[in-house]
């Protein structure tokens, strides 16, 4: 039996909180916030040391209730001695709760077909229905970046893939520590372009969603609202956020505004009426002083269905309401 594959295409991920898993503190805060989504973190927020005990806290952290409406975990890559215990025992004991796993530093399609079989043998093991929980995917270095098409499509369950963009700036040899900033001295265009543009690529291609990294200055909103302005920009859906503080901030930034919304509504009620028989079957029209054709409306419904996940209606239907 498999699982439906949800449509990412309309799923809200505007903002993804990391949580570490060895902080109880981090685990109780994190339940009530209103990010769009949680990943209760195995890998860089927690020790090696820290890790084994880390998974029991997840388990024992799953069985709360959560705001966040997407709860994901996020393992040890398959290059550690950690990820097969990760997904045994934090699948093995709260995965009717996990919405995917996080795959980090993923290099080829095999990290996650590797990842897909044993998540079937512990979904199976555990009574839960083979292929409901999703992958995502982080590319994090030269070889994953090579090979995102490949990794893209390499399982039904993925569901998105992910810039990780401190590993990947250590994997260039970057000279700068500000994770998710542009490098110093590099003053000919955004330094990551190329990469944001050939992940956003590949998601599409496969109907996933694609998320920007974190911005590690977590006092610094200013330099997190431009990092996410871009992000929104280049069509990405949403970004990881580290603080609290980034959160409403990020949601701001990752939904459309209300007059980009208001005017993508106008453009679809007058194409339809424009190219219906009683209209005149026209097929190009004029809204607001520029032309609309059938391009022009994809773009339309793809703003009014991100609108409509986040919770955005008409300016005037909001008003009577």
Same mark, same amino acid.
């Given at each position: ?194 990469? @944001? ?5 590949? #998601? =599409? %291609? ?5 998320? +920007? $990294?974190?911005? &590690?200055?977590?006092?610094? @909103? ?5 990092? #996410? =302005? %871009? ?5 990405? +859906? $949403?970004?990881? &956020? ?19 919304? +208001? ?59």
């Amino acid at each position: 039996m498999t699982a439906a594959v949800p449509d990412t295409s309309v799923q809200v991920r505007r903002t993804i909180l990391a949580v570490p898993g060895s902080s109880e503190r981090f685990l109780a805060k994190a339940r009530g916030l209103a990010a769009d989504a949680v990943f209760l973190d195995l890998e860089d927020a927690v020790a090696p040391a820290a890790k084994p005990a880390a998974r029991g806290q997840i388990v024992a952290a799953l069985g709360a209730e959560w705001a966040a409406p997407v709860v994901t975990v996020r393992v040890n890559d398959w290059t550690t001695p950690w990820t097969y215990a990760d997904v045994v025992e934090v699948v093995g004991g709260a995965g009717a709760r996990i919405d995917a796993v996080v795959l980090p530093k993923v290099q080829s399609r095999e990290h996650i077909v590797a990842l897909d079989l044993l998540l079937t043998q512990v979904e199976r093991t555990h009574g839960l229905v083979p292929g409901a929980i999703g992958i995502e995917a982080q590319i994090e270095d030269a070889p994953g970046l090579l090979n995102v098409q490949a990794i893209a499509g390499a399982s039904a369950r993925m569901r998105s893939l992910v810039f990780g963009p401190g590993d990947f700036m250590a994997s260039m040899g970057m000279a700068s520590t500000n994770v998710g900033e542009q490098p110093e001295g590099y003053e000919r265009g955004d330094a990551f372009h190329h990469v @944001l543009f050939s992940i956003l690529v590949a #998601a =599409r %291609a496969h109907g996933l969603a694609a998320i +920007d $990294g974190p911005y &590690v200055a977590i006092r610094d @909103l200013e330099g997190f609202r431009r990092s #996410a =302005r %871009a992000a929104a920009a280049l069509g990405y +859906d $949403g970004k990881w &956020v580290l603080h609290p503080d980034q959160i409403a901030a990020g949601n701001e930034i990752f939904t459309p505004r209300q007059a980009d919304f +208001d005017r993508a509504l106008r453009m679809i009620d007058a194409y339809a009426a424009a190219t219906a028989e009683a209209g005149g079957a026209v097929g190009a029209i004029v809204v607001d002083d520029e032309m609309v054709d059938e391009a022009g409306m994809k773009v339309a419904q793809r703003i009014v269905a991100k609108g409509r996940a986040a919770g955005l209606s008409a300016s005037g239907e909001r008003a009577e309401g």
